[in-house]
């Protein structure tokens, strides 16, 4: 099951807004200094608003400049052309897709993920053409969020069959 996600490169290219976060200095203080990143995707990564108490929980663990290392470490990791430390990591997940081949595989996809775009699910289609597919139209990355109910009725769906 796999949904708003990537295992292989497919432009190179980051949007402005997460782009942003790996620029020396600016990145850094955003990322680490204002938790530009968690507070973002409180409400980047989603198509509708969430609670207090859903936003308050998905800021919590991310409350100092020590707590936030991990996520400025995640965006900078983000590997887009064979010079970046993680490229080679990323090609050998890629080439292990083909392993999957022939297991079933579903994808739960929220439409309105501004950076898991549907040229990704196109991506995940092609490489696994008999791959189920559930799409959330009114939903972004945080698809769980935007569409529970649709969201667990699509893993009971997919674990059942």
């Known amino acids: 099951m796999l949904c708003n996600t990537a295992a292989f490169p497919l432009d190179g290219k ?12 600016f990145g850094k203080l955003a990322v680490r200094g204002l938790n530009a990143f968690a507070r ?4 980047m990564a989603v198509a509708k608003p969430l609670t207090p108490l859903a936003k308050r929980g ?15 470490a995640f965006v900078e990791d983000i590997p887009l052309g064979p010079g970046h430390p993680s490229w080679a990591e ?4 890629e080439r292990a897709l083909a ?10 996809w929220g439409m309105r993920d501004w950076v898991f775009t549907e040229r990704y699910l196109a991506e ?3 490489r696994f053409p ?3 597919v559930q799409r959330f139209e009114q939903a972004g990355h945080y698809l ?15 674990l059942r069959s």
């Open 99 to 108: 392993g999957f081949r022939e297991l079933p595989v579903r994808l739960l």
């Open 130 to 132: 008999h791959a189920g």
């Open 90 to 93: 990323l090609v050998v997940i």
């Open 124 to 126: 995940w289609q092609r």
């Open 14 to 25: 980051l949007p402005l807004r997460l782009a942003a976060c790996r620029w020396p200095v």
């Open 144 to 158: 769980f969020e935007d569409e529970p109910a649709a969201f667990v009725e699509g893993v009971r769906r997919a």
């Open 58 to 72: 998905y800021l919590l663990p991310y409350d100092s400049w020590e707590n936030r290392i991990a996520t400025h």
């Open 40 to 43: 973002g995707a409180t409400w």
